[in-house]
C-alpha cells in the first residue's frame, strides 16, 4: 500500500454541529451520484459516530447538506449490523412507539418521543445497491430519528414546546457556567 492510499482510506473523526447550529434546521439535497469522496465521507461518518459513542448519525451533523445516514444499533458486535444509507426514503410506517432519545447534536439532554413503532426504509448502499431495512424498537426509532435530520429536525422539534423551552433555558445556564455538557446515549 502506498503512503498515498494510506493518507486518503484512514477514516477521521470530524467535528459534530449542536444544537443552535443553523445547518442543523436545513434540509439536504438528494445525492445525485455516489462518487469517491462521498464514500471516503461515509466513511468518516461511520468513524465519527462509533466515537461519540452514537447508534446513528446523519450528513448534517457534520456539516454536509446531503442525505447519507449511517446506524449501527449494536454496538456489541461493532460492524455486524452496521448501515450506511444514501437516499434514505421512510416507504411504510406503522403503530406507534415511545422511545427516550437523545442525539449527539443536542447536548445533555434526552426526552420520550412518539415515533412508528415500525418502519420500511428504502435507500442505497455506498455501492449503488438498492436496499430496504425494515425496522422495529431502536432501529425504527433511529432509522426515523436520522431521516429527520436530513429535514431539518431534531428530536426536541417533536416534543411539547414547554420541554422545550425548558431545554434552552437549560443550555443557557450550562454556557453561563462554563461548562461543556455532556452527551448520553445518542442517536
Ligand atoms: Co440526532
Not at 411504510?92 to 420520550?112: K, N
Not at 418521543?113 to 418502519?119: G, I, K, L, S, T
Amino acid at each position: 500500500m502506498s503512503i498515498q492510499s494510506a493518507c486518503y482510506e484512514n477514516p477521521v473523526i470530524r467535528p459534530i454541529l449542536t444544537y443552535p447550529e443553523p445547518g442543523l434546521k436545513e434540509v439536504a439535497s438528494e445525492v445525485p451520484e455516489i462518487d469517491g469522496a462521498l464514500v471516503r465521507t461515509i466513511d468518516d461518518m461511520v468513524e465519527t459516530m462509533y466515537a461519540a459513542p452514537g447508534v446513528g448519525l446523519a450528513a448534517p451533523q457534520i456539516g454536509l447538506s446531503q442525505r447519507v445516514i449511517v446506524l449501527d444499533v449494536d454496538h456489541e458486535n461493532k460492524g455486524k449490523h452496521l448501515l450506511k444509507i444514501v437516499n434514505p426514503v421512510l416507504a411504510e410506517h406503522e403503530g406507534e412507539i415511545l422511545w427516550e432519545e437523545g442525539c449527539l447534536s443536542v447536548r445533555d439532554y434526552v426526552a420520550e418521543v412518539r415515533r412508528a413503532a415500525r418502519v420500511l426504509v428504502r435507500g442505497y448502499t455506498p455501492d449503488q445497491k438498492e436496499i430496504a431495512i425494515e425496522g422495529t424498537d431502536l432501529l425504527a426509532v433511529a432509522l426515523q430519528h436520522e431521516i429527520d435530520h436530513l429535514d431539518g429536525k431534531l428530536f426536541i422539534d417533536r416534543i411539547s414546546r414547554l420541554k422545550r423551552d425548558l431545554y434552552r433555558r437549560r443550555l443557557k445556564k450550562l454556557e453561563r457556567d462554563g461548562r461543556e455538557p455532556t452527551t448520553g446515549s445518542l442517536l
